[in-house]
């Protein structure tokens, strides 16, 4: 689900097709965790995704796109990031950021984020893969792009990423 300000999966195509990103797209029904897509991912090629919206203690918002079998040590996460301690940020704060609601969550949403108040982190295992998979802004398809072109798009709507090696961040 999204606000009435989002922009459409249309729209996002549109988008892709001005980057000249290419796009594949395959619809299914709705899921809302990593195990719930398994079998649909499994003849999928290129790496899968989870997406982490925290909020720190000062009111900073973060976006952590990671491949899908990282651990992410949240609370582990702020020193490394320069940031207070961060929780999962609250649904209404997502769909007035981010024009998401929890488990439609995608790295594409930053094209919600006019005013780039979002921080994204990338995990850097995303950026080993040809392929990565995002959901295009409703959990019910999954769409592929090239590593390369999510990086262009990160960029083209104002979000430098942050990358980040997720997996090497220690409980030490």
């Known amino acids: 689900m999204q606000n009435a300000n989002s922009v459409t999966r249309l729209e996002l195509f549109q988008k892709f097709d001005e980057l000249g990103i290419k796009h594949t797209t395959r619809e299914h029904a709705p899921f809302f965790t990593v195990e719930e897509g398994a079998d649909i991912k499994a003849d999928m090629p290129g ?12 009111g ?16 582990k996460l702020h020193p490394v990031l320069g ?7 609250k649904p209404e704060a ?38 990565v998979n995002f959901h295009p802004l409703l959990n019910d398809a ?25 997996a090497s961040i220690s409980d030490s």
């Not at 952590?64 to 040590?73: F, G, L, N, P, R």
């Not at 940031?83 to 940020?89: A, D």
């Not at 999954?142 to 997720?166: C, R």
């Open 47 to 58: 790496a899968h995704t989870k997406n982490l919206f925290l909020k720190d203690k000062a």
């Open 83 to 89: 940031c207070k301690r961060l929780s999962f940020g």
């Open 142 to 166: 999954t769409t592929a792009i090239s590593t390369q072109d999510m990086l262009k798009f990160a960029k083209a709507t104002g979000h430098e990423p942050i990358i980040l090696d997720l």
């Open 60 to 75: 900073a918002f973060f976006l952590i796109c990671a491949q899908s079998d990282t651990a992410i040590k949240i609370n």
């Open 94 to 131: 997502l769909l007035e950021n981010l024009g998401m609601t929890p488990g439609s969550v995608t790295l594409f949403s930053v094209i919600n984020d006019l005013s780039a108040q979002v921080t994204l982190v990338i995990d850097k295992r995303l950026t080993e893969h040809d392929i």
